[in-house]
Each structure stands twice: as structure tokens, then as C-alpha cells.
């Protein structure tokens, strides 16, 4: 049994049945990396990451979605992860797509400039100086219990949208390795 409690109201019901609480917020070490392919195929990540992307930076033009694709790809690949290879490999973290955007920026037509701005600064705020940076991080999320409650009670109201998908995206791929029952409550 799994529970996303998102304003952490499933406290009481969780300490009667010995519940295991995961508590995923800005402050805990709990935390799921947006670029970790979760048991995902490279090609599939890729495509995952343009729905991520929008709940990150709001709307994205076509030009700065391929900027973006174009990146994802040059960051994966310098991890040692491709369309063949790599599964086991440790996945970038945001700071390493900005930071492949900066090297990209420095080489762009004047013209693409103002796009490579754009990005850059929608993207600082998920590096390690900006707001959201402690998404910036690898995945840390460890559960033996076979009764589990996702406490994000105290995740941002700004990124509550992004860690609900990234957990949903955790807690299928993680489903999908067993044809045992499972509930999955979302209140």
C-alpha cells in the first residue's frame, strides 16, 4: 500500500498502522533527481523530461524545447549514457543540462542568444544557488515496509506539481517490476 499525502494530513492513520513515512521535502535528504532514468529507457527519459521541463519553466517554444533536447542529450552522454548503453550509470543532475547549456550559449548565433538567456535563468533556479536547488541532487529514497505514505506536506507550493509527477513516475516504474496487488491512494 502506497499513500502521496501531499499536505500531510495522513499522520495519525500512519503512526496506528505502523506506517513507513518517506518525507520528502526542500530540508530532508529524501529526494527524487528529475534526470534519473528510474528504470526508464534512455529514449523514453528524453521524452518524459520535455513534460518535466513545462512543469519546471511554464511554457516552452518549440526552438527552446530542441535547445533543451539538444542538451539533455550532450549531459547524458558525457555521463556515459546513451540509447545503448549506460542504465547503471549515475545520472546527471540539473546543474550538469545548465552548464551544457552555458558551453552550448558561448558558441550560439547572436540571434539564439536571447533563447539561451531564457533558459539559462529558468534553469538557475533548480542549480545550487537558486530556490529550488535542492532538487539538484541524485535520488535518495530508500523504503522496506510494505505499507508506505509520501509525505510532501512541506515541499514548496511552486514545485508541488514537479515532485507529485516525479513521484508518480518513482512509484510506477517501481510497480511494474511486480504483478503483486498493490493500492496507490493520492489524496
Not at 51 to 69: P, R, S, Y
Request: hydrophobic content about 40%.
Amino acid at each position: 500500500v502506497l499513500i502521496i499525502d501531499p499536505q500531510g494530513e495522513y499522520k495519525g492513520i500512519c503512526q496506528h498502522y505502523n506506517v513507513e513515512v518517506v518525507t520528502i521535502s526542500k530540508n530532508s535528504s529524501t529526494i527524487i533527481n528529475p534526470l534519473d532514468l528510474m528504470g526508464h529507457d534512455y529514449l523514453e527519459k528524453r521524452l518524459s523530461l520535455m513534460d518535466i521541463f513545462q512543469l519546471m519553466f511554464g511554457e516552452l517554444t518549440e526552438v527552446q524545447k530542441a535547445i533543451l533536447d539538444k542538451a539533455v542529450d550532450m549531459t547524458y552522454q558525457k555521463k556515459g549514457i546513451t540509447k545503448d548503453e549506460g542504465k547503471d550509470h549515475k545520472p546527471p543532475i540539473i546543474e550538469d543540462i545548465y552548464n551544457e547549456l552555458l558551453l552550448a550559449q558561448s558558441d550560439c548565433a547572436q540571434l539564439e542568444e536571447i533563447t539561451y538567456r531564457a533558459l539559462l535563468n529558468r534553469m538557475h533556479m533548480y542549480t545550487k544557488a537558486g530556490v529550488f536547488g535542492f532538487l539538484n541532487k541524485q535520488t535518495d529514497i530508500d523504503f522496506t515496509n510494505k505499507f508506505v505514505c509520501f509525505n510532501i506536506g512541506n515541499m514548496p507550493k511552486q514545485v508541488k506539481p514537479l515532485v507529485m509527477y516525479l513521484l508518480l513516475d518513482y512509484i510506477y516504474m517501481r510497480m511494474k517490476k511486480s504483478l503483486n496487488k498493490k493500492i496507490l491512494v493520492i489524496d
